[in-house]
């Protein structure tokens, strides 16, 4: 019996820390990037798409560098609606990803693809970096943290 309370108690300790995943509509999302002295580093992906998942590390890079500085990434995923959240927090969890993770509950793509960027082909994935009011790039395809860090590093020198 106390080992079975033990396995408990270690078990909801460790589900405690796993990230909860918020639902956002495209609108949440530009509001959440809302504020002008923040570099937001926005990627849209899904579980099923292997570019998307190559590139995730590339992200809890950006998030560990970024650490204490005005940057934000946010991971936006388009995964399906039957597989939200159980299915993609669990994936979350066994990625141990360290950016905030959405998911986009949007899923009209005529509706919320010109609210994010009207020359989004719908393409994942796809990263959005954006300081309001001031720089603001659109990128369809795989990333690497040294190509956004080179984008990010001239925005906070202002350069």
Known sequence: ??????????FFSVRAGAQQILAY???DIIKRASSADTVYIINFWATWCMPCVQELPEFNDL???????PVKVLLVSLDFKEDYPRKLASFVERK??????????DTDP?????????????SIPATLIIQPGKYRKFIEGQISAAQVSGLVDNLLSGK
């Open 1 to 10: 019996m106390k080992k079975l309370i033990l396995l408990l108690v270690i």
């Open 25 to 27: 509509n495209a609108s």
């Open 63 to 69: 998030t560990a560098h970024y650490k204490g500085k």
């Open 96 to 105: 141990r990803m360290l950016p905030e993770v959405a998911w986009l509950s």
């Open 110 to 122: 005529n509706i919320f693809i010109p609210k994010i960027e009207p020359d989004w082909q719908g």
